[in-house]
């Protein structure tokens, strides 16, 4: 099992570019997400799904969209992107027990910078 | 509504020495409780859970936690750190009917020779 995959693991951007990154798990968990991390700022939500299609928004949505393409695939899209969106961005999936969210297994990451 | 705090935002230990790194949740309702650890450029994984049962709680790499409700808190300890243990490390909890988990600020752990 290669649990949650991320791609591209790196990118830059300039700003006003757009681009889309790719989350897939394979563990068949009904719950995705999408955080981002920065220096001292812990992690933040930025959207997720609690089952296939559904989304909704966390902490911090604003200049993102994301689609749930299927239950494997979660997709987080920058429209325009801006140097504020520099970040390092995590998918994460999770299933539920007795009606709390259990353990939440990440991807590696994906570096981003926008120039 | 849910929160999580971790009061220590670095620790510095020497290494052999014994660590506890505080986590206090707050939430009206049960929760789950989590600590996650997130070495330099890797993702997070999962350190240990508090479900159910046994407040003392045994996770990998010898780190363990013990849930006190009285004190809503969920400290991790270890014994005796290793330089391998250099690392962030994130509470979490999770409760209710939302699909989340929250996340505590994260705790740098770093060991000195």
């Known amino acids: 099992n290669a649990g949650v995959t991320q791609t591209p693991k790196f990118q830059v951007l300039k700003t006003g570019q757009s681009m889309t990154l790719q989350c897939a798990q394979d563990?068949?968990?009904?719950?995705m997400y999408w955080y981002r991390q920065d220096p001292g700022m812990g992690l933040r939500l930025i959207y997720y799904?609690?089952?296939?299609?559904?989304?909704d928004k966390g902490e911090v949505p604003n200049g993102y969209n994301v689609s749930r393409l299927n239950k494997r695939e979660f997709s987080l899209r920058l429209e325009s992107a801006a140097p504020s969106q520099t970040s390092v961005y995590f998918c994460?999936?999770?299933?539920?027990?007795?009606?709390?969210?259990?353990?939440?297994?990440f991807g590696p990451g994906t570096r981003l910078t926008v120039l | 509504a849910q929160s999580v705090t971790q009061l220590d935002s670095q620790v510095p230990v020497f290494e052999e020495a014994p660590v506890e790194l505080r986590c206090n949740y707050s939430s009206s309702v049960s929760v789950y409780l989590f600590w996650y650890v997130q070495y330099p450029n890797q993702g997070l994984q999962l350190l240990l859970k508090y479900l159910s049962g046994s407040t003392l709680v045994k996770g990998i790499n010898g780190f363990e936690a013990e849930f006190n409700k009285s004190q809503t808190s969920f400290h991790l300890r270890k014994p005796s750190v290793h330089i391998s243990d250099t690392a962030e490390y994130f509470c979490?909890?999770?409760?209710?009917?939302?699909?989340?988990?929250?996340f505590g600020s994260g705790t740098r752990l770093s060991i000195r020779p």
């Open positions: 994460a999936s999770s299933e539920k027990i007795a009606g709390f969210t259990d353990t939440q297994y």
């Open positions: 563990m068949n968990h009904n719950s």
């Open positions: 979490a909890s999770s409760g209710g009917s939302a699909s989340k988990i929250i």
């Open positions: 799904s609690a089952s296939e299609g559904t989304t």
